[in-house]
């Protein structure tokens, strides 16, 4: 392990210069331009080096990162893929780069051209009648979505005011719905983690306005009666949800619409290509069936005569939820995921996810020998494991996850799904080979057998990154931020302005 990076203040030395500041071409006095409160009253303290020093400091610490174009990174439900470099390329284009979101629709063509396209690709594989790209995030686009649920029910007349949401969903699923208000009803799974059916039919009435689904589950399981439970849904006037976010394991393969679904959001972060750990720009586009189009967000691309425009007036989608987003979402993050269709190709797509489900099920077989199998059937694009079987040697899943970070990988989601008890889950992604698959799998059983043999050293670690294992929730709720060195405090007031006040 190198040593702890030190501050740049740790390395200054006075006099040291990295650049030499001109002077102001302002003659008056900064006194007399900038109010006394708004002064400090003491020069700052910053630090004096080098350039060579500052370009040493920050390429050690862009070293400390971790990130997939470095290392596997196999985070469940997360979808950490490989990124194309040709997908930054096409983003970082001239044309797409510098265009303005308020220029005239003439001088944007191309890029409303592009966006148009991947709606009409998006419907084509979601088996919708329309999308919005708005949404920013997989959470954007649910509540995207129950929004416009909920506009189309009071459109209708209905008061229904019930989200029945199962167990195996993803969390971001009730907290959505409850954020719109509406009264949230978990519908629990079987002991093989499928949806309990008689305890969806026991809860489906008629305030039943939507019924969300994650499909694959977070189990990494189909559920194989989504046809039946869309079916009965609708028969008691309730609309359905997906939620597409794992979608990796469907593209190409299954069209929601076909299921019956009214409704979906897809991570194209996720499923084309961006990686979005660290809380990154995301895309999380919303599709409907032909009778939800009317309340889709403004603005919409509109082709009029082979011209493209960019509407948003509610006179002309008098019916709309309004605006969700500034423009036309994160164009960036939209242009990356419509370069990474365009690359593959259809089959390309289909191809990309049953490469998904079979390096999923390859991990899946490997593990199931060193950990209790949650279900002994193929799963998706995930493989979830329960690690119960370290409590023999008095460890847990995080004690397995804090050792794998020693071997260079990133630790898997634990934890997660909650109805697993210690549990792991593994996403690998298409974009793995089976030697990575076969070395990271061979890690785990050399953990493993540490375990049986000296499980202090899966207690204390990790052991070689930059920090060791940190208090958590200390981390979480007390986290150090700034550099606790600088002679004044920035104070803000409610009326907007602001001081530095002496210490």
């Not at 020998?369 to 008095?394: I, Q, W």
Request: charge should be neutral.
């Amino acid at each position: 392990m190198n040593p702890p990076e030190k501050l740049l203040v740790d390395q200054s030395v006075p006099g040291r210069r990295a650049a030499r500041i001109p002077a102001s071409p302002v003659s008056q006095p900064l006194e007399k331009l900038v109010p006394a409160h708004l002064l400090r009253k003491k020069k700052p303290r910053l630090p004096e080096v080098t350039e060579f020093q500052v370009v040493r400091h920050f390429t050690r610490l862009s070293h400390l990162n971790f990130s997939i174009d470095a290392n596997f990174y196999p985070l469940g439900s997360c979808t950490m893929k490989y990124n194309p470099k040709v997908n930054d390329a096409i983003s970082a284009l001239p044309g797409f780069r510098l265009s303005h979101p308020l220029a005239p629709d003439a001088v944007n063509q191309g890029i409303l051209e592009l966006l148009f396209d991947l709606e009409q690709w998006l419907c084509k594989m979601a088996g919708m009648d329309a999308f919005t790209l708005h949404p920013a995030a997989g959470a954007h686009g649910e509540f995207c979505g129950i929004l416009i649920a909920l506009a189309y029910h009071r459109s209708k007349g209905h008061k229904k005011n019930v989200v029945l949401v199962p167990d195996s969903a993803h969390g971001t699923n009730p907290a959505s719905a409850a954020m719109a208000g509406l009264s949230v009803v978990q519908v629990k799974s079987q002991p093989n983690g499928h949806i309990d059916m008689a305890d969806f039919r026991s809860k489906l009435n008629d305030d039943v306005a939507l019924v969300m689904m994650t499909l694959p589950n977070t189990l990494g399981l189909f559920e194989e009666e989504t046809e039946a439970l869309t079916r009965e849904a609708h028969a008691k006037g309730a609309l359905v949800y997906l939620d597409g976010a794992n979608f990796n394991a469907l593209a190409g393969l299954i069209r929601p619409g076909d299921l019956g679904f009214d409704i979906c959001h897809i991570n194209l972060h996720k499923t084309f290509s961006t990686p979005h750990g660290g809380g990154g720009p995301g895309a999380g586009p919303v599709g409907v069936k032909k009778a939800l189009e009317p309340f889709l967000p403004v603005p919409r691309v509109i082709k009029e005569n082979g011209v493209f425009h960019l509407r948003d007036s509610k006179h002309q989608f008098p019916q709309s939820i309004g605006q969700l987003r500034s423009f036309a979402g994160n164009t960036g993050i939209l242009i990356r995921a419509y370069t990474y269709m365009l690359s593959l190709g259809e089959n390309g797509v289909k191809e990309m996810s049953r490469r998904a489900i079979l390096n999923a099920n390859y991990v899946r077989v490997r593990l199931s020998k060193l950990f209790k199998a949650v279900l002994n059937e193929p799963c998706m694009h995930e493989a979830v494991f329960s690690g119960v079987t370290l409590h023999d040697y008095g460890l847990k899943t995080l004690d397995l996850a804090k050792r794998l970070l020693d071997y260079g990988y990133y630790a898997p989601t634990i934890y997660f799904p909650l109805i697993v008890p210690e549990a792991l889950m593994i996403e690998p992604t298409e974009t793995e080979t089976p030697e990575t698959l076969e070395e990271f799998c061979n890690t785990i059983e050399k953990i493993m057998e540490e375990a049986k043999t000296n499980p202090t050293l899966l207690q204390t670690a990790p052991h070689t990154t930059p920090v060791r294992r940190l208090d958590e929730v200390k981390a979480a709720r007390d986290p150090i931020l700034k550099w606790d060195g600088w002679d004044e405090t920035l104070v803000f007031h409610a009326g907007h302005s602001a001081h530095f006040q002496n210490r």
